[in-house]
């Protein structure tokens, strides 16, 4: 069981480009959550999927971030027009079903280290 | 609003000491409280679960509803438990985590 996958690990953009971040979910697995964590700060909730669906995106930013998990394929973050302050690490978590945090099946990757110069 | 405060950005204790890392939130609802520990860049692993009332690698955590606290414990620390501690918040009814902003714990030989 290989766990919740991401790639690339660290990615660089210059500003104005876009970048793409993939979440391979635990085999099995189909929700898909998206965290950010902006240096000096803990980790910040962005969205939940399952596939196909946005079941809550209340962390989201209202401009230029999506998500989307296919029903083939991993969940991917797109940022278009990426900017300074979205240098940040972006962590991936899947689980089984809705009600998994006390179940302990929720399993976090490894993150995803965006820079932007 | 909900929020989870980790007053110690660093904390350094020799091996052997006590360790206690503080964790304050505030929240109206009932609360579901966790630790994640994370070892050098490695993924976030869960730690323990305030509704377990169990011990992981010699840790315990209490719930404390007036003092809304849950401190992470753990008598007599080891080197292997240098990491970085998140202390978490779950929101009721609500798939999602609101995280305190960490602690680095460092054990000194």
């Known amino acids: 069981n290989a766990g919740v996958m991401q790639n690339p690990r660290h990615l660089v953009r210059r500003r104005g480009q876009e970048a793409r971040l993939r979440c391979s979910p635990v085999k099995g697995h189909s929700h898909v959550y998206w965290y950010r964590q902006l240096p000096e700060e803990g980790l910040k909730f962005m969205v939940y999927l399952q596939k196909e669906n946005i079941i809550d995106e209340s962390g989201m930013p209202k401009e230029r971030f999506s998500a989307e998990f296919p029903k083939e394929g991993p969940s991917i973050l797109r940022i278009q027009q990426v900017v300074r302050g979205d240098s940040a690490a972006y962590f991936c978590a899947s689980s089984p079903n809705w009600d998994s945090f006390s179940g302990n099946t929720i399993y976090f990757g490894e993150g995803s280290w965006l820079t932007v110069v | ?109």
């Open chain 2, 1 to 109: 609003a909900q929020r989870v405060t980790q007053p110690e950005k660093l904390l350094s204790v020799f091996k052997g000491a006590p360790v206690e890392l503080k964790c304050n939130y505030s929240y109206s609802g009932s609360p579901e409280l966790f630790w994640y520990v994370q070892y050098s860049r490695q993924r976030l692993q869960l730690l323990l679960r305030h509704i377990s009332r169990e011990s992981i690698k010699g840790f315990t955590a209490d719930l404390n509803k007036g003092e809304t606290s849950f401190h992470l414990k753990k008598p007599f620390a080891q080197e292997e438990d240098s990491a970085m501690y998140y202390c978490a918040l779950r929101i009721q009814g609500a798939q999602k985590l609101v995280f305190g902003q960490g602690t680095r714990l460092t054990i000194n030989p």
